[in-house]
């Protein structure tokens, strides 16, 4: 584990410098690598998802990698078709996922560490998409922060761009910085391996597997290049100026309005201040003055421009010229809209964005709110995730959650309100969020009613409770579940205080470069000892999709069942001939 942190150390300072690489594929053959590779995807939830053959986490060993290296050696490992499935998408239509094998998924994961550690220093930072330390919260706080003023805003939306990446200008981008044509071909193994659809075999000719793991730094790797376009040739071509002009009515009006105070003319400087308030104190059509800023999160990108509206549609049509002739992608004409800035919304992230201004807001006798950008709840977002509590144009109980246990209803709504209301504490609006608020409660406790055949005034009363918070003693709805010797589960509904966090944040983990952790699960894989019979040498590790695949202990359950419930892990490293009786002796049943 050592050895693969001191290799991506290595290469990210190389990519700091921006030296080329070259024999990067040796580091193919770099075993520690793999094992890091497997301690980050293990817990993963589709570890256990088969892709085009059965193959999954379960199994994995330290010989499946010697093997896996042997074939890097002789450039004879080969990708497998992935297997291609279906996700609904928010507007009803479907979005294509490849599900890859096990062995593909780890090699993946090899390539991904090598490629971020090379091209993560070099990234902009005005890309906030699938990074570490950055996400949809920052690439917000950026615009609100650092775009006052602006004008128009250029909402960007590429048409099916993960599906439509150039494999061909992809391999010409990476072949600017790695001169290894070993690990280029690998890469290009990868991107042309193909896909099983009703397992029929269809070639990829475009785009990244959506579903792989190395296709996130694949797409930042290519749609850098827009970020360079725009940082290279657009900011500087429309950015000029120092600040803008004065402008000449407002400062005639304040030059009446100083003789008029040192008349002692009360009434009329009380009306010529009102005047001033109407009046800008700039020039906001300045021809001299002209900013533009740009943010990109995946394949969406912002631009905020201070100008006018036919050098925002100059600009539009520069980016579809370069995206197009470039890149061989094509701007969503239905979503790539040019926003006033003060009279419209853009919408960014599932946020909408526009520019404040007010006449009788004043703070510290200046019009400070005026210019300053304002993050909003879209209203149909409310309307939206209110709609899955409500039936017959009321907030209704949920049938398939009936029947499970108190603890396990309030905290399925708990998640759901939770994870809602943590993701726009950035808008100012956040107390609009009261209505989903009503509605989840509302059907959480119907819910409840229905399982105890009761009502949800009893329900309330049974369940409501006080919860600590920085504002003090709040009111939530609490359920326990009772555990033998353990604390008892507590499960919360409510307590959070609907208020703007200007700090608030959600991001990915801890930020590149980051030292290696030690997984404890390599630790035991690497001890090579059978965890249940203590007797074997040659092991691998057992898998399960989760505990709750166990059972319960008791008479009846396998030994091996037992021993993972009682360690709390749904991993177990065992021998050859344990791993193949533990599949001879499956659990008879579920928790």
């Known amino acids: 584990m050592q050895e693969a942190e001191v290799v991506l150390n290595v290469l990210r300072e190389r990519g700091r410098k ?103 220093p070099r990234f902009s930072g005005r890309s906030h998409g699938f990074r570490k330390g950055r996400g949809c919260h920052t690439a917000l706080r950026e615009v609100r922060e650092t775009w ?14 993960f599906g439509s990446f150039d494999h061909e200008i992809l391999l010409g981008i990476l072949s600017e910085k790695i001169h290894d044509q070993r690990f280029l071909r690998l890469i290009r193994n990868m991107l042309k391996a ?10 990829t000719l475009s785009g990244v597997p959506q579903g792989g793991v190395v296709s996130p730094i694949l797409s930042n790797v290519y749609l850098n290049e827009l970020d360079k376009f725009v940082e290279q040739e657009l900011i500087p071509q429309y950015t000029r100026g120092a600040q803008r002009a004065a402008n000449p009515a407002y400062r005639q009006v304040d030059a009446l309005l100083r003789r008029a105070r040192r008349r002692g003319d009360r009434a009329q400087a009380r009306s010529l201040t009102q005047q001033m308030r109407t009046l800008p104190s700039t020039d906001p059509m300045d021809p001299g003055f002209r900013r533009l800023r740009y943010v990109r999160y995946a394949d969406d990108h912002l631009l905020g421009f201070i100008g006018t509206r036919a050098e925002a549609e100059q600009i539009k049509a520069r980016l579809t010229v370069f995206l197009r002739e470039t890149l061989g992608l094509e701007l969503n004409t239905a979503k790539t809209l040019i926003t006033h800035a003060r009279t419209q919304r853009a919408r960014f992230l599932g946020y909408e964005i526009t520019v404040q201004h007010s006449r009788t807001k004043i703070t510290r006798n200046r019009r400070s709110v005026n210019g300053v950008i304002a993050l909003r709840v879209p209203p149909d977002v409310v309307k939206a995730q209110c709609a899955r509590y409500r039936r017959h144009g009321t907030p209704w109980h949920r049938p398939k959650l009936q029947n499970l246990h108190d603890y396990d209803i309030v905290r399925v709504y708990a998640a759901e309100y939770r994870g809602v209301v943590n993701y726009y504490l950035l808008a100012q609006d956040v107390s609009q969020l009261r209505t989903l608020r009503w509605h989840a409660e509302t059907s959480m406790l119907k819910t409840l009613a229905v399982k105890h055949q009761s009502t949800v005034a009893k329900m309330a009363t049974r369940h409501r409770a006080k919860v600590v918070t920085s504002d003090g003693l709040r009111t939530c709805f609490e359920a326990r579940r009772k555990r033998t010797g353990k604390p008892d589960l507590v499960a919360r509904f409510g307590g959070i205080i609907l208020r703007q966090d200007r700090r608030a944040v959600i991001t990915d983990p801890a930020p590149v470069p980051v030292r290696v952790p030690r997984k404890e699960l390599l630790a035991r894989l690497r001890q090579r000892e059978c965890e249940l019979c203590e007797a074997g040498i040659t092991v691998a590790v057992h898998q399960v999709t989760g505990l709750n695949k166990l059972g319960r202990p008791g008479p009846g359950q396998p030994a091996w069942a037992t021993l993972m419930a009682k360690m709390r892990r749904k991993t177990l490293v065992v021998c050859a001939p344990c791993h193949d009786w533990i599949h001879a002796h499956p659990v008879t049943h579920a928790a």
């Open 194 to 203: 193909g896909y099983l659809e009703d397992w029929e075999y269809r070639d």
């Open 18 to 120: 921006g030296l080329p690489f070259t024999q990067l594929y040796r580091q193919m053959f770099n075993k520690d690598l793999y094992l890091l590779a497997y301690g980050n995807i293990y817990a993963n939830q589709g570890a256990m998802t088969p892709g085009a053959n059965e193959e999954t986490a379960d199994g994995m060993s330290e010989g499946k990698i010697d093997h896996i290296v042997g074939a890097m050696r002789c450039e004879r490992y080969r990708f497998v078709p992935a297997r291609r499935t279906y996700i609904p998408k928010k507007n009803g239509k479907l979005r294509p996922l490849g599900l890859p094998s096990w062995s593909d998924k780890l090699v993946g994961e090899v390539v991904r560490l090598l490629l971020e550690a090379i091209y993560e």
């Open 148 to 161: 006052t003023g602006t004008v128009w805003f250029i909402e960007g939306d590429i048409s099916d761009c």
